[in-house]
T-cell receptor, first 112, second 118 residues
Framework: AQSVSQHNHHVILSEAASLELGCNYS??????LFWYVQYPGQHLQLLLK??????LVKGIKGFEAEFIKSKFSFNLRKPSVQWSDTAEYFC??????????FGAGTRLTVKP | EAGVAQSPRYKIIEKRQSVAFWCNPI?????LYWYQQILGQGPKLLIQ????????DSQLPKDRFSAERLKGVDSTLKIQPAKLEDSAVYLC????????????????FGPGTRLLVL
């Protein structure tokens, strides 16, 4: 079965700093990769996803992620964070029988 | 378009009691998922329905958890009897096609039910 590791539990940045959140997965077959975000008091929502083609995927609110197959990674990036990006970010992989596996999440705090 | 609805939003019970959660997916979505999210962890899939049939319940503790989606629309998840370690947020999600759409589909999540077992 697939699994997902998110390396950072809590990241604190100042506004305008660059962001990179790590995500590694273990699965031998074809995978579909997702980043979900949960803003304070809101439900999980999709940020971006990758299933084929260009390994650099652009999502909402200026986020992007790069799929590196050789490293089993799907890191999330944003060049300049805003206070409104404060949220919890979850990486997920769907590689089996539509069995979505989530990482433990990374809490991002952006200081104004 | 209305989102995934869940109720109740919060529930506090004592151990060994029973509890039920309700979910109404986005209209027309064939696949419905129940997840358990324990504090500090990511969501863990408990059960997946395709219309009114169970696709995957391999991670559902069947000695105490049960779920149904009788008419292929809304669903209930029940815990009987509850244990302290069942304290978690229970998330419901839906997707349009599920297996028929492959594994690329976006899952749309509801607000969750926060359960505290004392």
């Amino acid at each position: 079965a697939q699994s997902v590791s998110q390396h950072n539990h809590h990241v604190i940045l100042s506004e305008a700093a660059s962001l990179e959140l790590g995500c590694n997965y273990s699965y031998g077959g074809t995978v579909n990769l997702f980043w979900y975000v949960q803003y304070p008091g809101q439900h999980l929502q999709l940020l971006l996803k990758y299933f084929s083609g260009d390994p650099l995927v652009k999502g909402i609110k200026g986020f992007e992620a790069e799929f590196i197959k050789s490293k089993f990674s799907f890191n999330l990036r944003k060049p300049s964070v805003q206070w409104s990006d404060t949220a919890e970010y979850f990486c997920a992989v769907n590689g089996g029988n539509n069995d979505m596996r989530f990482g433990a999440g990374t809490r991002l705090t952006v200081k104004p | 378009e209305a989102g995934v609805a869940q109720s109740p939003r919060y529930k506090i019970i004592e151990k060994r009691q029973s509890v039920a959660f309700w979910c109404n997916p986005i209209s027309g979505h064939a696949t419905l998922y129940w997840y358990q999210q324990i504090l500090g962890q990511g969501p863990k899939l408990l059960i997946q329905f395709q219309n009114n049939g169970v696709v995957d319940d391999s991670q559902l503790p069947k000695d105490r958890f049960s779920a149904e989606r009788l008419k292929g629309v809304d669903s209930t998840l029940k815990i009987q009897p509850a244990k302290l370690e069942d304290s978690a947020v229970y998330l419901c999600a839906s997707s349009h096609l599920g297996l028929a759409g492959g594994r690329r589909e976006t899952q749309y999540f509801g607000p969750g039910t926060r359960l505290l077992v004392l």
